[in-house]
């Protein structure tokens, strides 16, 4: 089944604790990118990733770290935690960038 | 910078209603339009597309046109049900002028009362 994987679904930890949240795709998407969706903000986009080593920032990057360095696997790393990132966090990966997003099911993040 | 801009909720129909919400966007390129739906509790998920101006994304009984006269990408159903309550996400995409950038509206939340 095409999907794509989140790990883990919910994590309550503490301010300044480094945490890295897991994304695996299985169908060979070269477009991967990671979100935050917060009440009344929307999607806010952290990162993005065009193919293997290639990654840039999306909107909202400060305070977050990616690599790509298999094709499949697009981690979000948290150095320092902050109260401010407490969020719902979705990986998405496409075709290539510009078609259709396959979205993970979320990972609801609380920091305190 | 492309923005979107939805139609601020939350919509409550009774079931069978006749639903838009509305969408606009601001791009310098010629952006692909997305309708996201997410249920409650789960990810995002297509619900249709549009790739070019005038163009008709559609998919269980959501419509949307394409309409770069008037930057514009309104989502339509004839007759809601209960299970259509969910929230919408207008979203572009533009490969060519602004590659790798996704940006989305701030979502609707729809709710279909029976």
């Known amino acids: 089944e095409a999907q794509v994987t989140q790990n883990p679904r919910y994590l309550i930890t503490v301010t300044g604790k480094k945490l890295t949240v897991t994304c695996s795709q299985n169908?060979?998407?070269?477009?991967m990118s990671w979100y935050r969706q917060d009440p009344g903000l929307g999607l806010r986009q952290i990162y993005y990733?065009?193919?293997?080593?290639?990654?840039d920032k999306g909107d909202v990057p400060e305070g977050y770290k990616v690599s790509r360095k298999e094709k499949r696997n697009f981690p979000l790393i948290l150095e320092s935690p902050s109260p401010n990132q407490t969020s719902l966090y979705f990986c998405a990966s496409s075709f290539r960038s510009g078609t259709e997003a396959f979205f993970g099911q979320g990972t609801r993040l609380t920091v305190v | 910078g492309d923005s979107v801009t939805q139609m601020e909720g939350p919509v409550t129909l009774s079931e069978e209603a006749c639903l838009t919400i509305?969408?606009?966007?601001?791009?310098?390129?010629?952006?692909?339009l997305f309708w996201y739906v997410q249920y409650p509790g789960e990810g995002l998920q297509l619900l249709l597309k549009?790739?070019?101006?005038?163009d008709k994304g559609s998919n269980k009984g959501f419509e949307a046109t394409y309409r770069k006269e008037t930057t514009s990408f309104h989502l339509e159903k004839g007759s809601v049900q209960v299970s259509d309550s969910a929230v919408y996400f207008c979203a572009l995409s533009d490969y060519n002028t602004n590659a790798g950038k996704s940006t989305f509206g701030d979502g609707t939340t729809l709710t279909v009362k029976p």
């Open positions: 169908m060979n998407h070269e477009y």
């Open positions: 990733s065009m193919n293997v080593e290639v990654t």
């Open positions: 509305n969408c606009t966007y601001t791009a310098t390129g010629y952006p692909s």
């Open positions: 549009a790739t070019k101006a005038d």
